[in-house]
Nanobody
Framework: QVQLVESGGRLVQAGGSLRLSCAVS????????MGWFRQAPGKEREFVAA????????YYADSVKGRFTISRDTAKKTLYLQMNSLKPGDTASYYC???????????????????????WGQGTQVTVSS
């Protein structure tokens, strides 16, 4: 059974930090590009960050560049999102996702396209207070 389980979301003050985790099981984690997306109430889901299947390339939305860092631990089959200098605008449910393709070479626009991902977690809530 394929599972992506996010954790680490909570209430934090503006300027604070959080690290989200996404534990993956039931798929070949090392062969999948992985991404983080978020969705705030009343807004569309948006791309946050992605990492190639090999781990040597990362991509970020402009709104989080320089503040967030995506990483992966193949041995632990876990995806991370380190979030620093959090802002109230970062408040959202955060979802991890695994790519549809195996060992794919995506363009930057592919990494940010939710249609490239077919496996999603249930989300973890991040709330940033001002």
């Amino acid at each position: 059974q394929v599972q992506l389980v996010e954790s680490g979301g909570r209430l934090v003050q503006a300027g604070g930090s959080l690290r989200l985790s996404c534990a993956v099981s039931g798929l070949t984690f090392s062969s999948k590009a992985m991404g983080w997306f978020r969705q705030a109430p009343g807004k569309e889901r948006e791309f946050v960050a992605a990492i190639s299947w090999s781990g040597d390339s990362t991509y970020y939305a402009d709104s989080v560049k320089g503040r967030f860092t995506i990483s992966r631990d193949t041995a632990k089959k876990t995806l991370y999102l380190q979030m620093n200098s959090l802002k109230p605008g970062d408040t959202a449910s955060y979802y991890c996702a695994a790519s549809r393709s195996v060992r794919a070479y995506f363009s930057r626009s592919d990494y940010s396209d939710a249609r490239q991902y077919d496996l999603w977690g249930q989300g973890t809530q991040v709330t940033v207070s001002s």
